[in-house]
């Protein structure tokens, strides 16, 4: 399947994911605080290499890719190359928002299910503890069947996509490299793609 395919592929993924989140925060009332970055800022974030296959592709498209490629060859910082802080209070923003990946999608807004097949909120500390009343609700309405994306369903349609590619969880970073080296080993001996097709 061409690169080109895979990164609609995920992207149609994303719109459905983000309609999902959009009415689950609707129903909930839970949000992310304005200008926190604090999840973005833990070492230990991990994420397949498909799921950044869009932000690869786009930098791509724009000439960035192999500088990129090369900043992270010559990192060994451990916080997402994307994410920008902008203060030394957990306040940042993501560099590069329309192709964050799918954990960047799901986190706050999505269930894990529990060692006894429960449905659990997966959310940070600040919103638990800053939206108590809201966060309660929730976490009880999400036991009475209320609709919420759900991290393993999907992990699983991204699966679908590419097995190899969307089945490889490496920290945060290396899922960024090797993003980035799949689309310029694809594209080292094919032509560039037509840059009037990018998907938005």
Request: charged share 20%; hydrophobic share 35%; net charge negative.
């Amino acid at each position: 399947m061409s690169i080109e395919r895979r990164v609609q592929l995920v992207e149609n993924l994303f719109l459905q994911l983000e309609q999902e989140s959009t009415k689950f925060q609707q129903t909930s009332g839970i949000s992310c605080v304005s200008g926190c970055g604090k999840c973005c800022t833990h070492p230990d974030i991990e994420a397949s290499p498909l799921e950044f296959l869009p932000w690869a592709f786009h930098l791509f498209l724009n000439g960035e890719a192999e500088e990129t490629l090369l900043l992270l060859n010559n990192s060994t910082d451990l916080t997402c190359m994307i994410y920008k802080p902008l203060s030394l209070i957990d306040q940042g923003r993501c560099s590069d928002y329309k192709y964050r990946g799918l954990i960047c999608r799901l986190f706050g807004f999505a269930a894990n299910t529990d060692k006894y097949g429960k449905l659990r909120l997966a959310t940070c500390k600040i919103i638990k503890e800053g939206q108590q009343e809201n966060y309660h609700k929730t976490a009880e309405a999400i036991t009475k069947d209320l609709s919420i994306p759900v991290f393993t369903e999907y992990y699983m349609q991204l699966n679908q996509i590419d097995f190899h590619l969307g089945n490889i969880i490496l920290p945060v970073n290396k899922a960024l490299k090797m993003a980035l080296e799949e689309v310029l080993q694809y594209y080292a001996y094919r032509p560039m793609p037509d840059i009037g097709k990018e998907c938005i």
